[in-house]
C-alpha cells in the first residue's frame, strides 16, 4: 500500500477497533437489562463512536451504569477521535508522535501547516474538558430538582459529554421530550452543542486574535462563522414558518423561538431533539435533510459535508454568475483544487446516501408506492442522519430488520471517518494529487 494511504488506514482502524472494543464491552451481561442481541451491541458502539445518536434500543431502561459509562467513554473517544487521545499518551511518556498521528490529527483539526502538534493536543483536551465540566455544572442543579443528586450529576456528564460532542444520546427517562416546556435546559445544550460543532480552528484563532489585536481574521474563520450563523438564523426562521401552526403551536412565543432555533441547531450535527420529530410536517423534515447534510464546521466534533464546503461550492456559483472564471469570496481567490474536492466530497457524499437507501429500500417486505404511506421519507430521513452523524429518528429505527441495521452502522461509519477517506482507502487512489493532465476537450453541459 502507497505511503500517503498510512494515515487513512491509522484513522479507519482507529474507529473501527473502538467499535469493535465497545461492542464487546456492551454485550457482556453486567453492561446491559434483559439481554441485548448482538447487532443491537454492535449498532450502540458504532452509534456512539461515530457520535450519531441514533438507537435501536432505549439508553435509560436498556443499559446499567456500567454499560452507560461505556457509552460515555465511547462517545468521547468518537468525538475528539481516537487518535488524540492515543497521541496524549506519547506526550505524556516524552515520546515523539508518529508521523501518521501527526498527519491525521493535522488534518482533522487543523488542516494547515505550523504550529506545534503538542500545543494543538493539549488545546483541544482543555478546551473539552472546560465546556463540558462548565456545562455540567450548570445542569446539575437543573436535573437535582428531578433526581437524586448521584442520578442528576450523572444525567448532567452524560448530557455534557453528549452535547459537546454533537452525540445526541441521552440517558434520561424518557428521553428530553418532558422538559420541552424548559427554556434552561435547551439553552444549556444548544450552547454546549455550538461550542463542539464551531470547530475547533474557530477557537484557536479567535484566541490568537485576542492576544494578537493587530492580527486580520483569515478566510476560514469568515466563511466558516458567516455559513455557520446564515444557518442558525435561516433554519430558525424557517422553523417558525412552517411549525408556527404545528408542532410549536402549544409554545409560548418566547420558547416557541427558543425552540425553532434549536431545531436549527441541533439537526447539525447533534441529533437531540425535545419535541417528537414525528409531528413535524414534512416541509419541515425536507428542511432538515437540507440542515443534516451540512452539517457542522470543519475541524469540529460534528458531521456532515461541513459549512466551508458548502460555502465554496455557493461562493462557485456566486462567482461564476458575476462573471468570475475562479471562486472568489471577501476579496480573496478560493484555490481551484479545493473547489474540485468540494465537488468530489459532495457528489461521493450523495452516491453514499443514494446507494444506503437504495438497499434499505431494497429489503422485503416490497410494499407497492400507493400503501408505503411515508416509508421512503423516513428511510430517506434515517440515512441522512446516519451519514450526517446527525441521530435525530422519525422513530423507526428500533424497528429495522437487522440487515438494515447493518446498513446504517456502515452509513454511520462513513459519515465519521469521512466519505473521501473512505473512498481513497477503498480504492487505492493516491492522496497526493497528479502533476500531469491530458489534452483538454469541450462537452456539452446544461
Known amino acids: ?17 473502538a467499535i469493535i472494543l465497545g461492542t464487546i464491552l456492551l454485550s457482556l451481561p453486567w453492561m446491559h437489562q434483559d439481554g441485548l442481541a448482538f447487532i443491537d451491541a454492535l449498532f450502540t458502539a458504532t452509534s456512539a463512536v461515530c457520535v450519531t445518536g441514533l438507537t435501536v434500543v432505549d439508553t435509560a431502561s436498556a443499559f446499567t451504569l456500567p454499560g452507560k459509562v461505556v457509552i460515555l467513554i465511547l462517545i468521547q473517544l468518537g468525538g475528539l477521535g481516537v487518535m488524540t487521545f492515543y497521541s496524549m499518551f506519547f506526550l505524556l511518556r516524552g515520546r515523539r508522535i508518529p508521523i501518521e498521528e501527526r ?19 493539549l488545546t483541544i483536551l482543555f478546551y473539552t474538558m472546560v465546556v463540558e465540566f462548565l456545562v455540567t455544572l450548570l445542569l446539575f442543579p437543573f436535573l437535582a430538582r428531578y433526581y437524586s443528586w448521584p442520578s442528576a450529576l450523572f444525567h448532567a456528564l452524560f448530557h455534557a459529554v453528549s452535547a459537546f460532542c454533537n452525540a445526541g444520546f441521552s440517558d434520561l427517562p424518557g428521553g ?9 435546559f435547551p439553552l444549556i445544550l444548544m450552547l454546549a452543542i455550538l461550542a463542539g460543532n464551531t470547530g475547533f480552528p474557530i477557537v484557536f484563532e479567535g484566541v490568537h486574535r485576542f492576544r494578537q489585536k493587530n492580527r486580520s481574521w483569515s478566510l476560514h474563520f469568515k466563511l466558516t462563522l458567516l455559513i455557520h450563523l446564515l444557518l442558525v438564523l435561516i433554519g430558525a426562521l424557517v422553523f417558525l414558518w412552517l411549525e408556527n401552526e404545528g408542532a410549536l403551536r402549544e409554545f409560548p412565543a418566547p420558547l416557541r423561538i427558543l425552540q425553532a432555533v434549536f431545531l436549527s441547531v441541533t439537526p447539525r450535527t447533534a441529533g437531540f431533539s425535545f419535541l417528537d420529530i414525528r409531528y413535524l410536517s414534512v416541509p419541515s423534515l425536507y428542511f432538515l435533510l437540507f440542515l443534516m447534510l451540512v452539517g457542522a464546521c470543519p475541524g469540529s466534533t460534528g458531521g456532515g459535508i461541513k459549512t ?8 462557485t456559483v456566486w462567482s461564476r454568475l458575476r462573471g ?3 471562486t472568489s469570496v471577501f476579496g480573496r481567490t478560493i484555490p481551484d483544487s479545493q473547489v474540485t474536492k ?22 422485503p417486505p416490497h410494499r407497492p408506492f400507493l400503501n408505503s404511506g411515508s416509508e421512503f421519507l423516513a428511510h430517506l430521513f434515517e440515512v441522512f442522519s446516519a451519514l450526517g452523524t446527525v441521530g435525530l429518528s422519525t422513530g423507526i429505527t428500533p424497528h429495522l430488520s437487522t440487515p438494515a441495521k447493518g446498513v446504517l452502522i456502515l452509513t454511520m461509519f462513513t459519515g465519521r471517518v469521512g466519505v473521501l ?16 493532465y491530458y489534452a483538454q476537450e469541450e462537452v456539452l453541459l446544461g
Open 1 to 17: 500500500m502507497s505511503s500517503p494511504l498510512k494515515p487513512t488506514l491509522y484513522l479507519v482502524s482507529s474507529f473501527a477497533g
Open 103 to 121: 498527519l491525521i490529527l493535522r488534518e482533522s483539526f487543523w488542516g494547515r501547516r505550523g504550529g506545534r502538534l503538542s500545543s494543538l493536543i
Open 176 to 184: 428530553l421530550e418532558p422538559f420541552a416546556r424548559s427554556y434552561f
Open 308 to 315: 466551508t464546503t458548502f460555502g465554496v461550492l455557493a461562493a
Open 324 to 326: 468570475f472564471s475562479r
Open 342 to 363: 468540494a465537488l468530489t466530497l459532495v457528489g461521493l457524499y450523495l452516491l453514499v446516501i443514494f446507494t444506503a437507501q437504495f438497499f434499505l429500500i431494497s429489503l
Open 421 to 436: 477517506s473512505l473512498a481513497m482507502l477503498l480504492s487505492g487512489l493516491p492522496a497526493r494529487s497528479k502533476t500531469f
